[in-house]
């Protein structure tokens, strides 16, 4: 459960907390669209002093429908990020979403320290190749389909079994090139329904059978504010109570909107398991 980010080893047995930073003008929740350089420091200023652990920047905003963004584009989201965060807080340690090897090539030679990938290899198939060239850890999500076409693609047999499945594919694959350091995200809202979430947050507990570190990325996501009858921008006490439970069933890391609060999720979890 330790992960090398640039020489530093990181002991994820104690739950982690991921600040989201998107440079993107659609993402799904609006305090979360940080464009300018200034919003963008401020944000990873404020994160930081709240405890963050690790800054995830990404340029290409995935809900379901969400439109297509060239390529070009996103590196002109990412990169300037990438550098004006290392060159304001130099010892952040930066996650970038992404699926294309290209924006995850440039972003590591930026230095970017991790690189989280909703496709785990299925969008681009020359990702995991340079995830083990340049040794950072590789955070490989579920999903189906693309951005663009994955709510139409949750029909499954057995949802648990066939995401582990899809998840022992894609270990061995990676491990066969020679990555070191994995995370597993189950991918809550990407080719799920609303029960399908639920299901698969109950029983996250038997994702550590493939003993790998475990990322729950729940943050104000629609299983919360659909169920509550509310909105993104009203779904913060939602997003702490599946924190919570997430955390109970296994997950190491904390993908969130709102650093302050996940942080005191995992200093109470702690005490609570001591």
């Known amino acids: 459960m330790t992960i090398n980010c640039q020489g530093k080893l ?5 739950p982690k907390v991921m600040g989201i930073i998107n ?20 944000q990873v200023e404020k994160m930081l002093k709240d405890g963050a652990d690790f800054i995830d920047v990404g ?8 439109p297509k963004v060239e390529e070009t584009e996103e590196l002109k989201r990412v990169l300037p990020a990438i550098e004006n965060i290392l060159k304001h807080f130099p010892e952040t340690l930066i996650s970038v979403d992404t699926f294309r090897a290209n924006v995850a090539e440039k972003s590591i030679e930026a230095g970017a320290a991790i690189i989280n990938d909703i496709s785990a290899g299925n969008l681009d198939q020359e990702m995991m190749k340079t995830v ?58 990407f080719a799920k329904n609303i029960n399908q979430n639920f299901e698969l947050l109950s029983k996250m507990e038997l994702f550590k059978t493939l003993e790998l570190p475990l990322l729950a990325g729940l943050s104000r996501k629609s299983l919360i504010y659909k169920t509550l009858k509310t909105s993104a921008a009203e ?23 709102d650093v302050k609060e996940a942080v005191e999720c995992t200093k109470l979890f702690a005490e609570l398991n001591k």
């Open 59 to 66: 340029g290409y905003s995935t809900p379901p429908g969400a």
């Open 235 to 257: 779904a913060l006490n939602g997003t702490t109570f599946l924190n919570t439970i997430a955390l109970n069933n296994g997950a190491n890391i904390l993908r969130v909107h």
């Open 132 to 189: 083990a060239k340049h040794q950072v850890p590789y955070i490989m999500m579920h999903m189906r389909g693309t951005p663009q076409t994955m709510k139409d693609l949750n029909q499954y047999e057995d949802i648990l079994q066939d995401i582990l499945f899809y998840f022992s594919e894609k270990i061995s694959a990676a491990r066969a090139l020679g990555i070191n350091d994995l995370i597993v995200d189950p991918g809550f809202g």
């Open 23 to 42: 440079t993107t003008p659609n993402s799904f929740y609006a305090e979360s669209r940080k464009v300018s350089e200034k919003d963008i420091l401020n």
């Open 10 to 14: 990181i002991d994820l047995n104690s």
